[in-house]
């Protein structure tokens, strides 16, 4: 039986080969000089999964390429500004960056789609509309006009809901709580009634555990088992906001576009497989969490919202999405190639994978 390192090199070995026969690569010894590369991330140093992700695929590149290209990587904590990832990269001060598109929804609002939507595509199926379905043509279209290429970076799987303080047990119940929980889905929530602020990570354990939040979002068992909020919050509910939250990898277009086929090749190569060996640990980590915190604290409830809240939800949801599709050319152009293609995929998912659970989970 081969060991988990033996595989790995494998694997390796069969994407250096692919990349030699693609690219007409030549020997070491012939490479053309170094190329030196820095990445800026809105994560913290040392932050697992996600810096993880970053960290495997510089170490791809650096092996693939028999070190003639190497990216350094910089967390937040070094670069000071955590959601300035993509001007940074812009500008050409970092060639390439991590973060999340809908972080910059105040800069365009058309990168929203790309990290998820509310009520949209889970992560099989985004991933499918992303490689096959013109996802990715539409996210080159949004950041071409900011001088940057943008490539799937790691998905987290389907978001939990949140930790609540209380039970959500109506609508009324919405009206007035103080939520942490950002991008759309804070304007949704907002129409509801519920307060909604968005405060450093950080801040989050006290902010709850003190009464100035009554509940929050973060991400899901791999990494709020880490946070701690189990042992303050006992309503842990699920997800509805971000079914296929997937992080993003950014290249200054210039840059990209200077290197050697071969090591163009490389970078994508190594993005690629990077993203999606995040979505498998992530998937991973929420089950091994999960099952933590299910022993170690069983006075924890999981919660599906009400069905009447979810139906509130949905109805601000598809105002808001139909509101700015008419005031945004582009916006309407990603709304209804999403719209369709899950229209499509999602008779697939339920015929495959709905089905199944649904008739065998005990």
């Not at 949140?162 to 929530?189: C, N, T, V, Y």
């Not at 939040?213 to 899901?220: F, K, P, S, T, Y």
């Not at 009447?308 to 709304?335: G, H, P, Q, W």
């Amino acid at each position: 039986m081969r060991t988990e390192r033996s595989c790995t090199r494998l694997l390796l070995a069969l994407l250096v080969g692919i990349c030699l026969v693609s690219s007409g690569f030549v020997t070491p010894a012939e490479a053309a000089p170094k190329y030196r590369w820095k990445l800026a991330m809105t994560w913290p140093t040392n932050f697992p999964i996600f810096g993880d992700a970053v960290i495997k695929m510089a170490d791809l590149v650096k092996e693939m390429s028999n070190g003639e290209m190497e990216i350094r990587i910089d967390s937040k904590n070094k670069h000071k500004a955590p959601l300035g990832v993509l001007d940074m990269v812009k500008a050409g001060q970092y060639e390439m960056g991590h973060s999340a598109s809908y972080y910059w929804k105040g800069k365009d609002q058309n990168t929203l789609f790309f990290t998820t939507m509310p009520f949209g595509m889970i992560a099989p199926e985004q991933y499918a509309w992303f490689y096959y379905g013109g996802g990715n043509e539409l996210m080159k279209k949004v950041y071409d006009r900011h001088g940057v290429y943008s490539y799937p970076g790691g998905n987290t799987s389907n978001q939990m809901g949140g930790w609540f303080q209380k039970e959500i047990k109506s609508l009324d119940d919405l009206k007035g709580l103080k939520m942490r929980i950002p991008g759309f889905a804070g304007e949704i929530l907002s129409k509801l009634g519920v307060v909604v602020t968005n405060i450093p990570a950080g801040e989050l354990y006290t902010a709850l555990d003190r009464g100035t939040i009554d509940a929050l979002e973060w991400v899901g068992p791999s990494l709020d088992l880490n946070m701690g909020f189990h042992k303050i919050a006992p309503y842990y509910y699920t997800g509805w906001h971000e079914p296929a939250t997937e992080l993003q990898f950014l290249v200054n277009s210039k840059k990209f576009d200077a290197l050697p086929p071969h090591l163009q090749k490389i970078l994508e190569i190594a993005m690629q497989f990077a993203a999606y060996d995040m979505y498998a640990r992530s998937y991973n980590d929420s089950a091994e969490n999960w099952a933590k915190i299910a022993e170690e604290y069983p006075n924890i409830k999981l919660r599906t919202f009400p069905k009447e809240v979810i139906a509130a939800m949905k109805a601000e949801n598809t105002k808001l999405l139909e509101a700015t599709a008419a005031e945004d050319a582009t916006f309407k152009e990603i709304y209804e190639s999403q719209r369709a293609y899950m229209k499509k995929v999602r008779k697939w998912t339920e015929m495959s994978d709905y089905a199944y659970l649904k008739d065998n989970l005990e």
